[in-house]
Structures are given as structure tokens and as C-alpha cells.
């Protein structure tokens, strides 16, 4: 999928719409989701045109894949989720209902966030 300038989070990577900031540094952005699904709800996203992990992976330059990575883990700490706990999930693609063309980690925690997805097929 060709990236799409016009996305909702490089609208806010420009600046051109706000966001309630938790991290920043030079590789990645992480602000608080709007539409929480957890107490503790924060995306984390790459300061660059990548659509999905595997997009990303493929064609950005290891610095910046290096220094995503770390913004995550730095993400979790200033939000005090290292100690309790919490879970980080990226969505790509249809089956996964990604919704925003730009790559994005979530970071869900606050309280105890039960199993990891339907149990339909672990039986
Ligand atoms: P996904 O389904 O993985 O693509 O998730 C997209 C996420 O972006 C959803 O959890 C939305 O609530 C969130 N979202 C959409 N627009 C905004 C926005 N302007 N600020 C913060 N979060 C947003």
C-alpha cells in the first residue's frame, strides 16, 4: 500500500492537528489515543511515510527503526507501566482493522488486561 501524505498522523506529525504529546524525540512520537480503550491508552509512531512493521522494517534506515524501538520502550517507562505491566500491539492491514495508514504501536496498560485476543482457536 503507497503511503498517503494526508493520513490522520501525519497531520499530526506536521503539527497541522493536535495531540496530547507523552514522548518525543527525533525517531517517533507518542501521544495519548483519543478513543482510549484501556485506562493507559498511547500510540507510538515513526517520524517517517511507512504504512505498516513490515514496511517499515523493509525501507527505513536502521537508526530510525533502532531509535522507534527504544522511543517505545521509553514510552512505557515514562508512562510507569514497566513495574505493573502492560502490552504493545500493532494492527496491519484488513484483517487486522488497521484504520490509520501510518504505522503505530499501541501501549494499553492501567489495570489487568486479560488475554491477549479471543480464545476462539487456542483450545
Ligand atoms: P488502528 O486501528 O490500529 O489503525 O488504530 C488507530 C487508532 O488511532 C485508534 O485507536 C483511534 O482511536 C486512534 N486515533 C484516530 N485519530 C486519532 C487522533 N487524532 N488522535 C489520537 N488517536 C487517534
Redesign the pocket.
Known amino acids: 500500500m503507497a503511503y498517503d501524505p494526508n493520513n490522520?498522523?501525519a497531520k499530526?506529525l506536521r503539527g497541522e492537528?493536535p495531540?496530547?504529546k507523552v514522548y518525543e524525540d527525533e525517531h517517533a512520537l507518542a501521544?495519548?489515543?483519543?478513543?482510549?480503550?484501556a485506562p493507559v491508552?498511547v500510540?507510538v509512531i515513526p517520524k517517517g511515510e511507512y504504512v505498516s512493521m513490515a514496511d517499515f522494517t523493509a525501507s527505513a534506515p536502521e537508526e530510525l527503526v533502532v531509535g522507534f524501538m527504544r522511543a517505545v520502550g521509553k514510552t512505557a517507562e515514562t508512562l510507569g507501566l514497566v513495574e505493573p505491566g502492560y502490552r504493545t500491539?500493532?494492527?496491519a492491514g484488513a484483517n487486522?482493522?488497521?484504520?490509520?495508514?501510518h504505522l503505530?504501536i499501541?501501549i494499553f496498560g492501567g489495570k489487568p488486561l486479560g488475554p491477549m485476543l479471543d480464545r476462539q482457536f487456542s483450545n
Open positions: 490522520i498522523f499530526i492537528i495531540c496530547n501521544f495519548h489515543d483519543i478513543n482510549p480503550q491508552h500510540l500491539l500493532a494492527n487486522a482493522h488497521q484504520e490509520v495508514p503505530h499501541h
